[in-house]
């Protein structure tokens, strides 16, 4: 099995109870076709770069999940299906979840000496 990296913003008009289900929803299709989840990240509503659908923010979320390719086919068509589902798009981590890990601990590193270099 291949790790995988997803991340998909949901229509800003869904929250709340909706919300929750939408993404237990989309949980449940990974699981059912035997994906195995490691880490589900909710970024919270934000302002997108350009309009999509005639939208200006929607909610992020990513995941990161070990599945097959025919996994990503099916659990993509699913996502086309939902109108709630303004854009996604799913990346191969070809070094699985560490690298992903090593390259966000870098990059907060980073961040924090030049946050410490504007203070002095």
Same mark, same amino acid.
């Given at each position: 099995?291949? /790790?995988? %990296?997803?991340?998909?913003?949901?229509?800003?008009?869904?929250? $709340?109870?909706?919300?929750? &289900?939408?993404?237990?929803?989309?949980? /449940?299709?990974? /699981?059912?076709?035997? &994906?195995?989840?490691?880490?589900?990240?909710?970024? $919270?509503?934000?302002?997108?770069?350009?309009?999509?659908?005639?939208?200006?923010?929607?909610?992020?979320?990513?995941?990161?999940?070990?599945?097959? /390719? %025919?996994?990503?086919?099916?659990?993509?068509?699913?996502?086309?299906?939902?109108?709630?589902?303004?854009?996604?798009? *799913?990346?191969?981590?070809?070094?699985?979840? %560490?690298?992903?890990?090593?390259?966000?601990?870098?990059?907060? *590193?980073?961040? *924090?000496? &030049?946050? %410490?270099?504007? *203070? &002095?």
């Amino acid at each position: 099995m291949r /790790t995988y %990296e997803h991340i998909f913003i949901v229509h800003p008009e869904v929250v $709340g109870d909706e919300y929750a &289900a939408l993404l237990d929803k989309f949980k /449940t299709i990974l /699981t059912g076709q035997g &994906a195995n989840i490691l880490k589900v990240d909710e970024w $919270g509503a934000r302002k997108l770069a350009y309009p999509i659908m005639k939208q200006t923010r929607g909610s992020y979320v990513l995941m990161v999940f070990e599945a097959g /390719t %025919e996994v990503i086919k099916e659990f993509e068509r699913r996502l086309r299906l939902d109108e709630k589902i303004i854009k996604f798009q *799913t990346i191969l981590l070809p070094k699985g979840m %560490e690298a992903a890990a090593a390259k966000a601990e870098a990059e907060a *590193t980073e961040e *924090t000496a &030049a946050e %410490e270099e504007e *203070t &002095a």
